[in-house]
């Protein structure tokens, strides 16, 4: 099995739509035509060194990294993170992003 984390930090007070916007969009309904999807956990919590900040962790299970890397590159990926098909312009005003930034991971399970 493959594991790929995304842990992105958040201004906290954006933090309980970013959750909802990854529990609406990235259900196995929504994902049933992916190959390999396996399924998806979210995590959350405030940093305490940081009052404004906190952090989402987006934990998705693949059968394979090949399988995730092709999602990637897809149209459906594109679709639900709201980014434009390549080509397409961007509209020229950019709102304020509630995302501080993020990391992504990826890891192999270790089969006993």
Known sequence: MYIVTNTIKVKTDYLDKME???LSTHTMENMEEVKGFK???I???HL???ENASE???LSRWDSKEDQQIWVKS???NTLHGRKPSGEKKPATKKESPVL???VRSYYSVES
Do not use: H, M, P
């Open 101 to 103: 930034g993020n990391e």
């Open 39 to 41: 399924g998806i956990e």
């Open 48 to 50: 305490e060194d940081e």
């Open 56 to 58: 989402l962790v987006v």
């Open 75 to 77: 149209e459906s990926f």
């Open 43 to 45: 995590f959350k919590r």
């Open 20 to 22: 909802q916007v990854f």
